[in-house]
């Protein structure tokens, strides 16, 4: 069975920045597209970042461009995403996602950027 476990929400002030990870377990994820989502309330789940198993090859939403980064430990099975230059609307729960032939998720970290 595959299990994701994000960390590293939190709250903070508009122009900050948090780093959130994600650590795999239970499969080979070296060959697992993995990634991040996010759901603000209200609104349809989204894609944030996607990076390649080799992690090579990352994908941005045109909102977070410039100001997320994402990025892998193949050998430790972790995922993270720098978030740097915060806005109000970056303010939803995250998810961390890993794909093969089947996607998993984690269980959500919220995010809230506010004054």
């Known amino acids: 069975q595959v299990q994701l476990v994000e960390s590293g929400g939190g709250a903070v002030q508009p122009g900050g920045s948090l780093r959130l990870s994600c650590a795999a377990s239970?499969?080979?994820?070296?060959?697992?597209?993995m990634g991040w989502y996010r759901q603000a309330a209200g609104k349809q789940r989204e894609s944030v970042a996607m990076?390649?198993?080799?992690?090579?090859?990352?994908h941005y939403a045109n909102s977070v461009k410039g100001r997320f980064t994402i990025s892998r430990d193949v050998a430790k099975n972790t995922v993270d995403l720098q978030m740097d230059s915060l806005k109000p609307e970056d303010t939803a729960v995250y998810y961390c996602?890993?794909?093969?032939?089947?996607?998993?998720w984690g269980q959500g970290t919220q995010v809230t950027v506010s004054s």
């Open positions: 990076i390649s198993s080799t992690g090579d090859v990352t």
């Open positions: 239970g499969s080979a994820f070296s060959v697992y597209v």
């Open positions: 996602f890993a794909e093969a032939t089947t996607r998993y």
